[in-house]
């Protein structure tokens, strides 16, 4: 192989390697920048925003569902406020909002759903209501965590592109 050929593959394998770097960089780390109170912030259009915060609210209002459920003793109720925030309330979501997103962000997020889901199929298997509400003590390590590490923002008002 003669020089120029040399050289043309060495400059192939830089941008494939600065490419692929940036791609990891961005799958990590999603649109995000970093916030004053040592969260980060991810940034997205104003649509996506109210959707995930919209998810969240879900969440929210499932935990006092089943919490009143837990503590009347219906574990049926117990089941049905869990499921319906479990795995199957996280299908659909737009591959351009979870581009956005950090993979420990989504990592809770998809925690927390499942959790969601495992406490549906406890609330099957007791009539406890301090066990379903131990569990949800726990299933809610992944919603602190995250308002503990994220805020959400704007792009274009919040920092960043």
Same mark, same amino acid.
């Given at each position: 192989? %003669?020089? #120029?050929?040399?050289?043309?593959? #060495? ?5 494939? /390697?600065a490419l692929g770097l940036s791609g990891y960089v961005f ?9 004053? $109170?040592?969260?980060?912030?991810? +940034?997205?259009?104003? @649509?996506?925003?109210?959707? =995930? ?6 969440? +929210?209002?499932? =935990?006092?569902?089943?919490?009143? /459920?837990?503590?009347?003793? @219906?574990? !049926? ?11 199957? /309330? ?6 351009? +909002?979870? /581009?956005?997103?950090?993979? !420990? ?21 007791? %009539? $406890?209501? +301090? ?6 003590? @726990? #299933?809610? @390590? #992944? &919603?602190?965590? &995250?308002?503990?590490?994220y805020r959400l923002g704007v792009e274009g008002i919040d920092?960043?592109?």
């Open positions: 192989m %003669d020089m #120029a050929g040399k050289a043309g593959w #060495a400059v192939a394998g830089v941008l494939a /390697a799958v990590v780390g999603g649109n995000t920048v970093p916030y004053e $109170d040592g969260r980060t912030v991810i +940034l997205l259009t104003k @649509d996506e925003r109210n959707l =995930v915060l919209g998810e969240m609210r879900g969440l +929210l209002e499932a =935990v006092q569902g089943i919490t009143q /459920a837990a503590v009347a003793g @219906d574990m !049926d109720e117990v089941a049905a406020q869990a499921s319906a925030v479990g795995m199957a /309330a996280a299908d659909g979501e737009s591959p351009a +909002l979870m /581009a956005k997103l950090p993979l !420990d962000f989504m990592t809770l997020g998809l925690g927390a759903h499942r959790s969601m889901d495992a406490l549906a199929e406890l609330a099957g298997t007791t %009539d $406890d209501p +301090l066990v379903i509400l131990g569990a949800m003590g @726990d #299933a809610m @390590d #992944a &919603c602190t965590g &995250c308002h503990a590490g920092g960043g592109s």
